[in-house]
């Protein structure tokens, strides 16, 4: 199985950043893509981002020029970053690190104005 562990979530003005990181550990070598998704309040789960075991991304469009998905490939986990840059309040939700089938504990960001 593989584990994921989350960090780096917390609370910043508008126009701040923050960078969200998730390591998977466990039977790394099962995983391909990896992802974030959010949650607002009162509102359905969304995809952030996206990135294959080559490093192809895919940005949801509310997002894109402001967020950068990347992703460290070691020997014994897999680490994935989400930067987030210029931030708004409606960016405030949890967000999940995934693999597509595993998923993180969730991290709270919240964007005050």
């Known amino acids: 199985q593989v584990q994921l562990v989350e960090s780096g979530g917390g609370l910043v003005q508008a126009g701040g950043s923050l960078r969200l990181s998730c390591v998977a550990s466990?039977?790394?070598?099962?995983?391909?893509?990896m992802g974030w998704h959010r949650q607002a309040p009162g509102k359905q789960r969304e995809l952030v981002a996206t990135?294959?075991?080559?490093?192809?991304?895919?940005?949801a469009d509310s997002v894109k020029g402001r967020f950068t998905i990347a992703r460290d490939n070691a020997k014994n986990t897999v680490t994935v970053y989400l930067q987030m840059n210029s931030l708004k309040s409606e960016d405030t939700a949890v967000y999940y690190c995934?693999?597509?089938?595993?998923w993180g504990q969730g991290s709270q960001v919240t964007v005050s104005s």
């Open positions: 995934t693999t597509g089938v595993r």
């Open positions: 990135i294959s075991r080559s490093g192809s991304t895919n940005y």
């Open positions: 466990g039977s790394i070598w099962s995983i391909n893509a």
